[in-house]
């Protein structure tokens, strides 16, 4: 079962994960804590209407956790806010439901699916679409305070 889960591909995503660092001039930014295993994930995120312009994230987790945030890293920028609003609930029902895996270009997200049965590995895998979900959330509401100040 540990071979499935992984697998070289989970361990070469886990070992190339994209725009790692910070984003000085992000819209906002949120971290995700996992207080069972400690994993760390810190997302800054700079949206062009309602589109995800840039990114960057910094990476503390478990492989598992480490690959998760890597295919979000490959294809966060161009997704919209809801596309990435979907593709956390479908990752939460994969993992806690028994879902079927998103698809599209987030099909990658499916090498996740053998952590179905480990949950204390949900919480690390689950990060990076917390941390996503809430730092545009902030952004959101940023982006509507500053349209009331310029009205």
Not at 107 to 121: F, T, V
Request: hydrophobic share 45%.
């Amino acid at each position: 079962m540990l071979d499935d889960i992984y697998n070289r591909r989970i361990l070469e995503l886990a070992g190339n994960i994209p725009l790692l660092g910070t984003l000085p001039d992000a819209d906002a930014s949120a971290k995700a804590y996992s207080k069972l295993c400690g994993s760390t994930v810190i997302v800054h995120v700079k949206l062009d209407g309602d589109v995800v312009s840039a990114f960057a994230h910094e990476v503390k987790a478990c492989a598992l956790g480490q690959a998760s945030s890597s295919i979000m890293g490959r294809h966060v920028v161009g997704s919209t806010v809801e596309e990435l609003r979907t593709v956390r609930e479908e990752m939460h029902r994969m993992l806690k439901a028994g879902g079927k895996p998103p698809s599209g270009k987030w099909a990658d997200l499916a090498l996740l699916e053998p952590a179905r049965d480990l949950k204390a590995r949900h919480a690390s895998i689950l990060l990076t679409f917390d941390a996503v979900a809430d730092a545009l959330a902030k952004a959101e509401t940023a982006q509507k305070s500053q349209a009331a100040n310029d009205s």
